[in-house]
């Protein structure tokens, strides 16, 4: 092919020239309409080549047409004027890669496949169905062993406005305990970080903001589970938490809340491991970065919280966390009573019922100079 496209390019130049030496010896002619013919000298001249072979075909209907004494169209439209196929030259050998003319391929084109190995996992494994199993080449089942619950995680709803209340949170473990840093020096395996949220959404009333108020609580922290030269029995625990917190809710004024502590938390549980317990837990904390947005925040918080959970491990449990504002008038109570429902689901499924009742200023940071009174049902994860 390569060929016959080189002559047909050589034609094409040696008339253009011809012609254009013809049009400076009369600069007063007008270009030249007249399309090429096959009798053009450069044509003729080339050997074992013929009017055919570069698409040249005679036109019937325009044999009277004065300007093409001939009757012949270079490269006609072939949607009007249909005509056979060029032909290569006689000593041209056909490379098997001209254009069929048949409106359908002869072959299906051939899918040629990848031989590159593949760099993800999952392309892998989605060929046969599943995605990899934990602790794949990724190392999730070490990244996920670092986690653990942290408060509790719940989702409860009610009829009164904000319908749904949910909170989420985990702890991350920053160093791994086998870890040849932890090994060496296990001070390093109590650095945590926290992250905890709790959504309140609104889906009772159209007219207003289904999202409600969210408040993001991100921590940095210390966490001793025992205290180091303290012996306790099964089931007891003497551990301490210090760190900073931060807790925002992402609005914009006059609707955002925002603050800064630094808090110390000792935790203190008694019980056995198998039937009842009971933990007491205070937060104490200061505010560290003046409260610029809300400075009246301590009126309604105060400087600390207390946490009690009673109960039986594997049974009915109830919790209360409750505040004291700074006057001593002003404060909040939230109950959360929940039953497992393990056993009652045969094993497969770790939830618990839960009933919420909250009383007081700050059932969210949006309200926390508000005064709400509010019950709630639904399900908790972690209790």
């Known amino acids: 092919m390569k060929r016959p496209l080189f002559q047909l390019g050589l034609i094409l130049f040696m008339i253009a020239a011809s012609r254009g030496s013809a049009r400076a010896q009369d600069e007063s ?23 055919a072979d570069l698409g040249f075909v005679a036109d019937p209907v325009d044999d009277d047409d004065s300007s093409n004494p001939g009757g012949i169209d270079l490269m006609d439209n072939q949607a009007t004027k249909p005509s056979a196929p060029m032909q290569p030259p006689g000593n041209i050998q056909p490379t ?25 996992p999952e392309q892998a494994s989605a060929v046969t169905g599943h995605f990899p199993a934990i602790g794949g080449t990724f190392g999730l089942e070490e990244f996920v062993n670092h986690f653990a619950p942290y408060e509790p995680m719940y989702f409860v709803g009610s009829t009164q406005a904000p319908n749904i209340k949910f909170q989420f949170s985990l702890r991350y473990r920053l160093f791994t305990p086998t ?38 609580r991100p921590e940095v922290f210390y966490y001793l589970e025992s205290l180091p030269g303290i012996k306790t029995d099964p089931g007891d625990q003497l551990g301490l938490q210090f760190g900073l917190g931060h807790e925002s809710n992402g609005q914009v004024d006059p609707n955002h809340r925002s603050m800064n502590i630094v808090f110390l938390r000792p935790i ?12 007491f837990a205070p937060k104490f904390y200061d505010y560290i970065d003046g409260l610029p947005l809300n400075p009246d925040m301590p009126k309604y918080r105060g400087y600390a919280d207390l946490r009690v959970v009673a109960g039986l491990r594997d049974s009915l449990q109830l919790a209360a966390i409750g505040r004291v504002g700074r006057d001593g008038n002003r404060g909040s109570i939230q109950l959360d009573l929940t039953y497992p429902l393990t056993k009652l689901l045969n094993g497969n499924m770790d939830i618990s019922l839960d009933a919420q009742y909250f009383n007081g200023y700050g059932d969210s940071l949006l309200t926390y100079n508000q005064r709400t009174t509010i019950f709630r049902f639904g399900l908790a994860l972690v209790r």
Request: net charge negative; no cysteine.
């Open 29 to 51: 002619l007008p270009f030249s309409d007249t399309p090429f013919s096959p009798s053009d000298p450069a044509i003729a001249a080339m050997p074992g080549v013929s009017a």
């Open 268 to 279: 203190v549980t008694v019980g056995n491991d198998a039937g009842w317990f009971f933990t």
């Open 179 to 216: 870890g040849s840093l932890a090994t060496a020096h296990p001070f390093f395996r109590g650095f945590n970080f926290a992250y905890s949220q709790t959504s309140f959404w609104n889906v009772s009333n159209i007219n207003q903001t289904f999202f409600y108020d969210t408040s993001y």
């Open 96 to 120: 098997g890669l001209e254009a069929n003319p048949s409106s359908q391929p002869t072959s299906a084109p051939t899918t040629i496949a990848s031989t590159a190995p593949s760099t993800q």
